[in-house]
């Protein structure tokens, strides 16, 4: 029964609301570990969080309305940003106008850098900011929503808002963080269910059917019930879908062939790719096994902006079934090479397919769809990790013969759009111009050769070069300024001199091959990313150049650009001798049939390399002897914190004693049954075990004058009990043999008993 006056305790029910919280939202803001290198994050988010709750719940205590708390709210988390990220700015504790324009700056810079770096990135006062900001504006719309809406449930919005956002930046799979975000969740659901209960009334009924004391559940055979299903759902959760066929393996039906969003590579290459290649954590983007090392390329971009090259329009507007070509893509007199490429998707987040140029067959159990415009290939979908398919591609043998001589590309229409300059900046078209002439470059060949040496020559390869993250005129200020930067740069300046001069061009934009690692695998990374240009010849189509001068090695200058290579049949070489035939690039030592087959298969391969640790069931059974080898630990801690509690009081001493001997006792197989008293229980043991079980009797009396007398037993009873406790359990488990006591040990049973309610 229940009356309608509130409920006793609610301030000691707050203290365990604002516990299960502050955990709760503990557990969302570890997520935030996939988007830092390190974690030294980690601090001041805590600490932030841990002075908004507290904020919070004195502004309560204060009894202050909802818009002064909110304004109170906004000045602490600048008192406490500052105190944490910007000390020196302080007077003593209280933030000066230096504060505030050195918190205005950083959040500033912050937002600038969050649009140029990729996830994980290092951590910095400006980041670090900006996560302090979001934790503190989550942790008050928790709190509002916990205590002064007291709606609990609610409050796992804002919390789960925060758990959900890291994976959207950087999308990876949940980790260990997960359990403590659900077991802080399971929290406020419990008090959820609380504070509905609280509503109808004060309970005044038995102690045996009231709702318990803090955590504990009423006392019922129902709750004893629900406590036993509890334990067994969760233990076919973690044991049955391992058992199951098919478990960990790829869907036999996949529905998910709705258009995605390409966020492995934004059409921005400035963003793109600079986010890639100065990322701090060199990421696999995906594997592959191929007959010969060529770079790999996602899609072209075909229109300058006056900044970046960008697609002329939408590249899914124009997607079409592809047919085994990409129309304009190179000359069909040209010699080829095949080339064959098996391809796994790793951590590559895109929606373009990365392929060798030029393919003409591509396989991956579903239909492929090209954009003839920009040279891309798709499925329609983002890539997920694991995905694979096989492509062949015809690689044309381009020799500087098949791109001398004059040109006149007035007479090809479809180029023009190759040549347009728009609003390019004079100081980079007399510099182009300049180039041209300085080297009596009177073909196309010869000004994209004296345009590529130009830039290997005289400018260096520099991943960070501020003076290029931002802002316009990007393209000049590294050609009269900077004189260093990275692919991008370098892409775009070939592309636009060219274009000057008038060459058509196009950027182009992907990976270098990427490094081999065990059984001839190219292991191709976010290190790899890379942007080159592509110019057009009318006898050899779109062909690439590289000026970009990186030293690593990792990028292959193209045969016929190189001072041997490009010299034609009969002219001589730099030491006056003729020039040797164009050589083809090396294979990989084992090269690979067009059809690929199990032997050779990736996915294959890594099924077969794996341990018996990755067999389902093993660990299945791991995940249950786990939950077995806590079971000791977790009663062991329940108990100390039972004679905790209990300590202050010696009748709740003694029948604290009592208990934890029943329950081991419960444990081992010689429990209490249910109509028996204590007194007839303590008999029937006594029959059974004799002499050993005399401290049990003992124990049994004083827990029956403890419960039933009137006055309240003396503290050198509770001693007493104590001793009696350990010595009852110690006689007993002797009598037992080690399995009942390897059994009373590992059991669960006593975990979900109920303990007895002291009577206050």
Known sequence: MATTDSPPGARNTDYAQALALAGLLAGASLSLSRLYVGNRWLLPTWLTMAAALGLAALLRRLGLGQLLSLAAMAAGFVVVAGILLFPHTLLVIVPTAETL???????????????????????????????????????????????????????????????????????????????????????????????????????????????????????????????????????????????????????????????????????????????????????????????????????????????????????????????????????????????????????????????????????????????????SLTINQRLRKGFEYTVISQVP???AADLAGPVDYRTHLEIQPYLQTGNLDPAVRQQADTVVEGKNADTPFKKALAIQDYLRENFRYNLNVPALSAGGNQLRRFLTEVRAGYCEQFAIAMAMMARQVGVPSRVAVGFTSGEVIDNDYLQVTTHDAHAWPELWFPDA????????????????????TTPSGRLLTGEAGPDNQPASPTPT??????????????????????????????????????????????????KWARNGLARRRAGHRPRDAVAESYTEVTSWARDAGIGRRRAETPAAYARRLRDDFAGDADPLVELTGLFERAEYAAAEPESDQAHRARRLARTARSRLSGRLGWRRRLVAAVSPRSLFAPRPVARH
Do not use: H
Not at 542 to 551: C, D, L, M, N
Not at 610 to 628: D, K
């Open 397 to 399: 043998r381009v020799e």
């Open 541 to 560: 189509g779109w062909v690439p150049f590289e000026p970009t001068p990186r030293a690593d090695g990792t990028v292959a200058v193209p045969v016929y």
């Open 101 to 375: 324009s050195e918190m205005a700056g950083a959040a500033s810079t912050a937002l600038t850098a969050v649009s140029e770096q990729a996830a994980p990135v290092g951590v910095t006062a400006e980041f670090v900011l900006l996560t302090c900001a979001g934790a503190w504006a989550v942790t008050t719309a928790a709190d509002g929503l916990a205590f002064r809406a007291r709606q609990p449930l609610l409050a796992l919005i804002p919390a789960l808002g925060l758990f959900v956002f890291p994976a959207v930046v950087k999308p990876a799979s949940p980790a260990w963080y997960t359990t403590w975000f659900l077991l802080g969740a399971a929290g406020l659901l419990l008090f959820e269910g609380r504070a509905r209960l609280a509503t109808w009334g004060r309970w005044v009924s038995s102690a045996r059917s009231r709702p318990g004391v803090g955590w504990r559940l009423p006392l019922t055979p129902a709750a004893s019930t629900g406590r036993w299903l509890a334990l067994g759902a969760g233990l076919l959760a973690l044991t049955v879908p391992g058992l199951l066929p098919g478990y960990g393996q790829r869907a036999v039906l996949d529905f998910r062939e709705g258009a995605g969003s390409d966020t492995g590579v934004a059409l921005n290459p400035f963003i793109s790719l600079r986010t890639r290649l100065t990322s701090q954590e060199d990421v696999p983007m995906f594997k592959a096994r191929t007959t010969r090392r060529e770079r790999w390329r996602l899609m072209v971009y075909d229109r300058f902006d006056g900044t970046d090259f960008a697609p002329s329009r939408e590249p899914r507007s124009g997607l079409a079934p592809f047919r085994g070509q990409i129309t304009g893509e190179q000359d069909p007199d040209l010699p080829v090479d095949q080339v064959s490429q098996s391809i796994e998707i790793q951590e590559l987040g895109s929606f373009w397919l990365p392929a060798v140029t030029a393919p003409v067959q591509v396989d991956a159990g579903r239909r492929v769809l090209a954009n003839q415009t920009f040279a």
């Open 585 to 634: 690039p090396t294979p990989l030592e084992r090269a690979r049939s067009p059809e690929p087959n199990a032997a050779d298969d990736p996915a294959a391969g890594s099924q077969s390399g794996n341990g018996w640790l990755r067999r389902p069931v093993v660990q299945a059974g791991l995940a249950v002897l786990l939950l077995v080898a806590l079971v000791p630990g977790v």
